[in-house]
């Protein structure tokens, strides 16, 4: 496999996805992900995005093509590959019945991180996602917003080398959304590789490296927030979107903009 | 401890802590609904019923109640938990970790056997307290109890595996093993029954278990002990290995 060559972050080559229902959600993806880099992944709805998301995790089993997270197999060498992986869902499935500090003990245990470092790696997440106030509450206790925070610090706690984030910041608040940008920011500074899914352009466009677009299962355009819009003939990385969506009358330029009244 | 010990044992942990967590219903209501049977069918009934091939009653009923917590709570914990699991989705953290189909397959597992061992070994500390209870055959009893509590585990996490609401692990519970085990001779002996249902009764697998772990207690058995032992191993083994195969294929598991 001549394009897994060389270390990548994520490597993903002719990735398939059908379900047993015959719906093929992948047909033929491939990307990659350079250590270190912010990487957007975008696409409407039903694209593809969570299941490529959930092939790498192992949520899902590919029909077809190849993984690897930092050269190691994802089906093959699963172990290896889910151990550099930190993964946020885009639902929060936190378990009812543990509280907040149990929920990030006991991830950091499944992935073999002895008592002492959990002890101070929860304290540490508790503290930076302003949580710690809340660690002893059950999760099911807490607000939209708080499980989002927990989510993410679930997944950091093992300090995965790719952290995979699938719309972290769907229906949070703007303060909290700024906070996540922040945080993402600095932890991709410090040599955390990030592949962020968003339906927010602007969020893409402000943190992304690089982004790809993925519709109906396939990567129809890759590259710079710049290049991609040069790509589609536009201004901006929204109306290449839509262009890729087969949307261009939404674009904002259409909206005609009602003149202030003088008074 | 390396990384695969400390997985293994949170995996397993985190079995444990969800139903200690709710142990009131967990461990008490089934200790009180035993407490319950042994009030009725022992003291009650019993003393109308007097002996059952020279056995006091309470106590020929007794290891069959024992058998019977262990077994419906080692079923019901991992039927629950992987079922509640799936529902909201936080199976996904156990699943997208580092950990082999082996090592989730026997956390699951351990987590009900260690509930139905709990509850078992209660009954059985509550029912010393009130009768004479024997223990005859404690080299046929361990391995026994170890078996059936085993068989129930891998029975109740292939239901939960394969549940897709909470009516299916109802369904199973309440409609095919609970009958099964009544039916099986908790509370009598198959040779009272009139035909075709003592017949019948030598068709039904947890009769043999039944008569196992009676065997342990009181020595008395309707069944040979050795051919028992023997299928109830070969059953255990046979589901586990089905499990893990689903495990293997992420079966319901994984899309």
Redo the contacts between chains.
């Keep these: 496999m001549h394009r897994l060559r060389g270390v990548k972050a994520l490597a993903v080559d002719k990735l398939e996805k059908r379900?047993p229902t015959g719906v093929e959600a992948l047909r033929g993806v491939s990307l990659e992900i350079k250590p270190g880099e912010l990487f957007g992944l975008l696409g409407p709805n039903g694209a593809g995005k969570s299941?490529l998301i959930?092939c790498t995790?192992?949520?899902?089993?590919p029909t077809g093509g190849e993984i690897q997270v930092f050269g190691h197999d994802a089906i093959a060498n699963?172990?290896?590959a889910?151990?550099a992986?930190g993964?946020a869902?885009q639902?929060?499935?936190?378990?009812?019945?543990?509280t907040v500090a149990?929920t990030l003990d006991?991830?950091a245990?499944?992935?073999?991180?002895?008592?002492r470092e959990r002890r101070e790696r929860t304290k540490e997440l508790l503290e930076t996602f302003s949580l710690t106030e809340k660690a002893d509450e059950r999760t099911r206790t807490l607000s939209g917003g708080m499980k989002r925070r927990l989510i993410l610090a679930?997944a950091m706690m093992h300090r995965p080398r790719l952290l995979i984030l699938d719309e972290p910041t769907a229906g949070v608040d703007v303060e909290l959304r700024l906070e996540l940008w922040h945080y993402m920011q600095r932890i991709n500074q410090e040599g955390t590789t990030i592949l962020l899914t968003t339906h927010y352009l602007e969020e893409a466009e402000q943190l992304c490296d690089r982004i790809a677009f993925i519709n109906e299962g396939r990567i129809v355009g890759e590259g710079t927030s710049a290049q991609l819009s040069a790509r589609y003939g536009v201004g901006n990385l929204e109306d290449a979107y839509l262009a890729l969506v087969g949307r261009k009358e939404l674009s904002r330029s259409h909206i005609e903009v009602e003149a202030e009244p003088v008074s | 401890m390396n990384t695969a010990q400390i997985r293994f044992a949170t995996l397993w942990r985190r079995e444990v802590n969800r139903f200690m967590k709710i142990k009131k219903q967990t461990i008490g209501a089934p200790l009180l609904e035993t407490f319950l049977y042994i009030s009725v069918f022992g003291a009650a009934l019993g003393s109308r019923i007097d002996k059952l091939h020279g056995i006091d009653y309470v106590v020929f009923v007794i290891p069959g109640l024992i058998m019977m917590s262990f077994s419906i709570n080692s079923f019901a914990n991992n039927s629950s938990s992987i079922l509640q699991q799936k529902f909201q989705g936080a199976i996904q953290d156990q699943l997208s970790s580092p950990a082999s189909p082996l090592e989730l397959l026997l956390a699951f597992s351990l987590g009900g056997f260690v509930r139905g061992l709990l509850v078992a070994m209660l009954t059985f500390i509550a029912a010393s307290l009130l009768v004479d209870l024997p223990v005859d055959h404690v080299l046929v009893l361990i391995p026994a109890l170890f078996l059936v509590g085993f068989f129930f585990a891998q029975l109740g996490v292939l239901i939960g595996v394969r549940a897709e609401q909470f009516d299916d692990v109802a369904f199973a519970q309440t409609f095919i093993l609970q009958p099964l085990i009544f039916l099986g001779g908790v509370f009598y002996s198959a040779t009272l029954l009139p035909e075709p249902f003592q017949t019948l009764t030598h068709f039904n697998p947890i009769f043999y278990m039944i008569n196992l772990v009676r065997y342990g207690f009181v020595g008395f058995t309707e069944v040979s002990v050795a051919l028992s032992l023997l299928a109830l191993t070969a059953a255990t083994a046979a589901l586990f290995l089905v499990n893990l195969r689903l495990f293997g294929r992420g079966y319901r598991l994984r899309a």
């Design positions: 379900y299941t959930h995790t192992g949520l899902a089993q699963y172990a290896d889910r151990q992986v993964l869902p639902e929060p499935n936190l378990d009812w019945f543990l149990e006991y991830h245990g499944y992935f073999g991180m002895p008592k679930r």
